[in-house]
């Protein structure tokens, strides 16, 4: 499983302007919704209720939001990178400006569990996360994303 099998370029939004947590969520959902043609609010609420277990904020400014949903046929990725960075519980109590929303069929087990691993490690290269910071359009991130520089050594 390729990083490009999880998302699309159209799947991108490099300046999303939420405010809060609870936005973020929402506008990724209502494009998760778009690319799947699942109900957003199913995607949103599914998302939600994995948050109230514990915050997805990794830390750096990344959160990886991720649920499961019955009627999802593929797992599907949706990136964001915020405007200006807001809340998120995460674990280093810093906000957060890239969010990777991952939803995958409900039993998806290992193959979920493999992409989720495979955005934390693309997400754990500081090269990379700079460069997504600093990129300019969906078509610049989507290119990092299937060609990520290499991880230190």
């Known amino acids: ?3 490009e099998d999880l998302i699309r370029q159209d799947a991108i939004l490099p300046q999303l302007k939420a405010s809060s947590k609870k936005q973020v969520l929402q506008e990724l959902a209502q494009k998760a919704a778009e690319l799947t043609a699942l109900d957003e609010r199913e995607i949103f609420d599914t998302v939600m209720e994995r948050e109230r277990l514990g915050s997805t904020g990794v830390g750096n400014g990344i959160a990886i939001p991720h649920g499961k949903l019955a009627a999802l046929d593929k797992i599907t ?5 915020l405007a200006r960075p807001v809340g998120f519980d995460a674990l280093d109590d810093e906000p957060v400006d890239l969010v990777f929303l991952l939803i ?3 039993g ?3 193959d979920h569990l493999k992409a989720l691993s495979k955005i934390a490690r693309l997400l754990r290269n500081p ?3 700079a460069s997504l910071r600093a990129s300019q359009d969906a078509a610049e991130i989507y290119s990092l994303i299937k060609s990520p520089p290499p991880a230190p050594a």
């Open 104 to 106: 995958a069929p409900a």
């Open 77 to 81: 990725g949706v990136f964001g990178r």
């Open 127 to 129: 090269e990379m996360v």
């Open 108 to 110: 998806s087990g290992a």
């Open 1 to 3: 499983m390729e990083l």
